[in-house]
């Protein structure tokens, strides 16, 4: 490995010392962040200072919990002020209150903290802060997060840089600096008791690997399955941590990761006779493209049937169940051509980058309706990835003497 990347780090003296600067302010970027964030969130000193009730209005809005919840948290505001108290189901089914007197404090940095009762528990107080300072200090793991990302980018640039074209570099380093841009604009809320630093996180580490996993497919390199395990492996943590999109995580644990494994065998034995580095690949007939194109619709209705019938309790979706059902079916549809995609590629077929268009579409439409702005991004980079793929390969394909496609 050692010997791949000075094979192709970058040549250009000036090129190199300017992204070794990059890099540089970028770990330090990093590092502020990560210090401030975590020092504000350990700043708490228990001394606190009365200033007196208020009465706070109940959201309902935020609340959907049903009899399998354990918990529930029910939010009261005033003025831009929050207070988050839990109750067990059995209380919260009793609770028949639309306001609530809340006892307002004071903490030395100036926060205001607010309790359901006037003496509140040394544990109660840590907790209101820990709350209060998560959504302070978001912005600012978020930005440490996202200079860690836009590292990684960067490092793999310099350090292959032989390997990649000037397009590819800019292209990748683009969609990694918008994905992080919109990463600080548009701040993740916690779901399901994750913090939303934490899916953030998910969601630019799914972009980096998802885009480089992509510009490797384009340019017919094998190491693509590689990097799409890991590809495969956030995404599932991603619909475990939503509790969402339970088709697209089946699909991917008894499909995905499968079809990588067996797709880098599959590419490894047809690579290019004059470049090592390059895989075969070819295209369908029309009588095919038919049969797999009513195979995904007659998966989408069954699939999104079954999964529109499902009683599963989340709160991505503000208890909105037109949405979970609208959801439901497109991400049938989703995972419906993502396993034609995976056979597309198994076969090293130009059609899967048609199957990339519609699922760049599909994802991003899920993408706007729940909120994941940032993976928009990713979405983003699909669509232009997806274009330069095609014309790739199928220049490829008119240079080249076509196999005769045999799916047997």
Not at 125 to 141: K, N, R
Not at 158 to 167: A, G, V
Not at 374 to 392: A, E, P
């Amino acid at each position: 490995m050692i010997k791949s990347i000075k094979e192709n780090f970058e040549p250009n003296k000036l090129i190199r010392n300017i992204e070794i600067c990059v890099l540089v302010l970028l770990v330090a970027v990093s590092a502020i962040c990560f210090a401030i964030g975590f020092k504000k969130v350990g700043s708490y000193d228990g001394e606190l200072t009365y200033v007196g009730s208020l009465q706070m209005e109940r959201l309902f809005d935020e609340e959907d919990y049903d009899e399998d919840s354990t918990v529930c948290d029910v939010i009261f505001e005033s003025d831009e002020k929050q207070m988050v108290v839990t109750y067990s189901y059995e209380e919260y089914e009793e609770l028949d209150i639309e306001s609530i007197t809340a006892y307002e404090y004071v903490m030395e940095d100036g926060n205001s903290l607010c309790f359901a009762n006037e003496n509140p528990t040394n544990e109660e107080v840590l907790s209101a802060y820990q709350q209060v300072m998560t959504v302070e200090t978001m912005p600012i793991f978020n930005g440490g997060i996202s200079a860690l990302i836009l590292l990684m980018s960067v490092a793999l640039i310099l350090c292959y840089s032989k390997f990649f074209t000037t397009y590819e570099k800019s292209w990748f380093i683009t969609i990694m600096v918008l994905a992080t841009f919109v990463s600080v604009l548009f701040p993740e809320e916690s779901a399901n008791g994750i913090n939303g630093v934490v899916i953030m996180l998910l969601y630019l580490l799914d972009t980096f690997f998802n885009i480089l996993c992509e510009l490797l497919i384009s340019k017919q390199s094998r190491y693509n399955f590689l990097v799409s395990v890991v590809v495969e492996i956030l995404e599932i943590l991603i619909c475990v941590v939503l509790m969402y999109r339970f088709a697209t995580m089946v699909t991917t644990l008894f499909f995905w990761l499968p079809i990588d494994i067996a797709s880098f065998i599959n590419w490894t034995k047809h690579k290019d006779d004059q470049e090592d580095e390059l895989t075969v690949v070819r295209r369908l007939k029309g009588y095919q493209e038919v049969l797999i194109i009513l195979a995904i619709i007659v998966w989408t209705v069954v699939v999104g049937y079954f999964l529109s019938g499902l009683d599963i309790q989340t709160d991505f979706f503000g208890g909105n169940r037109n949405l979970e059902v609208a959801i439901a079916y497109m991400d049938a549809c989703a995972s419906a051509v993502g396993v034609a995609n995976g056979l597309f590629i198994f076969f090293r077929l130009r059609e899967q980058w048609v199957a990339w268009y519609i699922c760049a579409i599909l994802e991003g439409l899920i993408n706007i309706v729940t909120g994941q702005y940032v993976l928009l991004v990713l979405k983003l980079g699909y669509i232009t990835n997806t274009t330069y793929g095609y014309i790739k390969w199928s220049k490829y394909i008119k240079e080249h003497k076509e196999e005769k496609l045999t799916l047997l």
